[in-house]
T-cell receptor, first 114, second 112 residues
Framework: NAGVTQTPKFQVLKTGQSMTLQCAQD?????MSWYRQDPGMGLRLIHY???????DQGEVPNGYNVSRSTTEDFPLRLLSAAPSQTSVYFC?????????????FGAGTRLSVL | QQQVKQSPQSLIVQKGGIPIINCAYE??????FPWYQQFPGKGPALLIA?????SEKKEGRFTISFNKSAKQFSLHIMDSQPGDSATYFC???????????FGSGTQLTVLP
């Protein structure tokens, strides 16, 4: 059982380059989200999706794009990488309904922008 | 703005000690409060969670204490072990939304 799979695990970019961070889940979860983790700041929500074709912005969306064409995949695109986007990125998924919310996280992508 | 404030930033205890991590929130619309545990190089994983209609919840050696009037909640780890060394995040969720607001994290080290 794979759960939430993120690729790549590590990436180094130059300022201005673009790239896509991949996220896939095999649990048929409706809700998927992207967070960035920076020292002393916890996890901050970038974008989220409540189902295929539906996305919305989180707390720190600037510089990132997302799309959700299938239930399984939720890629995060950096349009023009900046050093401020150096961070560890986590994708998470959960069922949408129900009173509790167990979000399952991937292992993360460590991104450095030079 | 940080809606969930977590302290301390780091914590070192001896094996068998009882580390306590505290969180405070501002938004009274939050109605679900999970704690996540993260080991180095891994993603966070749900540890234990509580709803504001109870004051305490225990799961094994982990206990959440909740004070609704003070808008505070805390994680206690009984008989801590070196394997508990990790970063702990408190979080809060509002109503039917699925978005979690996280605290800044506490790096716990349990010495053997």
């Amino acid at each position: 059982n794979a759960g939430v799979t993120q690729t790549p695990k590590f990436q180094v970019l130059k300022t201005g380059q673009s790239m896509t961070l991949q996220c896939a889940q095999d649990m048929n979860h409706e809700y998927m989200s992207w967070y960035r983790q920076d020292p002393g700041m916890g996890l901050r929500l970038i974008h989220y999706s409540v189902g295929a074709g539906i996305t919305d912005q989180g707390e720190v969306p600037n510089g990132y794009n997302v799309s959700r064409s299938t239930t399984e995949d939720f890629p995060l695109r950096l349009l023009s990488a900046a050093p401020s986007q150096t961070s560890v990125y986590f994708c998470a998924s959960s069922y949408y309904g129900g009173p509790t919310n167990i979000q399952y996280f991937g292992a993360g992508t460590r991104l450095s922008v030079l | 703005q940080q809606q969930v404030k977590q302290s301390p930033q780091s914590l070192i205890v001896q094996k068998g000690g009882i580390p306590i991590i505290n969180c405070a929130y501002e938004n009274t619309a939050f109605d679900y409060f999970p704690w996540y545990q993260q080991f180095p190089g891994k993603g966070p994983a749900l540890l234990i969670a509580i709803r504001p209609d109870v004051s305490e919840k225990k799961e094994g050696r982990f206990t959440i204490s909740f004070n609704k009037s003070a808008k505070q909640f805390s994680l206690h780890i009984m008989d801590s072990q070196p394997g508990d060394s990790a970063t702990y995040f408190c979080a809060a969720r509002m109503g039917s939304a699925r978005q979690l607001t996280f605290g800044s994290g506490t790096q716990l080290t349990v010495l053997p």
